[in-house]
Nanobody, 126 residues
Framework: QVQLVESGGGLVQAGGSLRLSCAAS????????MGWFRQAPGKEREFVAG????????NYIDSVKGRFTISRDNAKNTVYLQMNSLKPEDTAVYYC???????????????????WGQGTQVTVSS
């Protein structure tokens, strides 16, 4: 069992930056690929970024490429999402999720992830 706790959300003006963190419990963090998802009001949850167990492979949706960076520190059991040049359309609740390795390096389908955090709100004002 893995427990995930996000932090770092908040209110920021357009063009600003935030760094989200997701701390994982347990000693098997390095065994999981990790992903960040978001859900805006009235919209479906969407994949934002993912990172492989080693950290060598990352994946992003097109709308955040060049602005967001996912990283992980396996020694600290933590995954990060650095968000720069934020836009109002980035406003959402952001969730981190863990994926047990079952054949894919970095899944983009949230249904394939096994563990989820409670979410952290990110609000970008125009």
């Amino acid at each position: 069992q893995v427990q995930l706790v996000e932090s770092g959300g908040g209110l920021v003006q357009a063009g600003g930056s935030l760094r989200l963190s997701c701390a994982a419990s347990g000693r098997t963090f390095s065994s999981y690929a990790m992903g960040w998802f978001r859900q805006a009001p009235g919209k479906e949850r969407e994949f934002v970024a993912g990172i492989s167990r080693s950290g060598r492979t990352t994946n992003y949706i097109d709308s955040v490429k060049g602005r967001f960076t996912i990283s992980r520190d396996n020694a600290k059991n933590t995954v990060y999402l650095q968000m720069n040049s934020l836009k109002p359309e980035d406003t959402a609740v952001y969730y981190c999720a863990g994926y047990r390795p079952l054949g894919k390096l970095v899944p983009t389908d949230g249904h394939e992830y096994d563990y989820w955090g409670q979410g952290t709100q990110v609000t970008v004002s125009s």
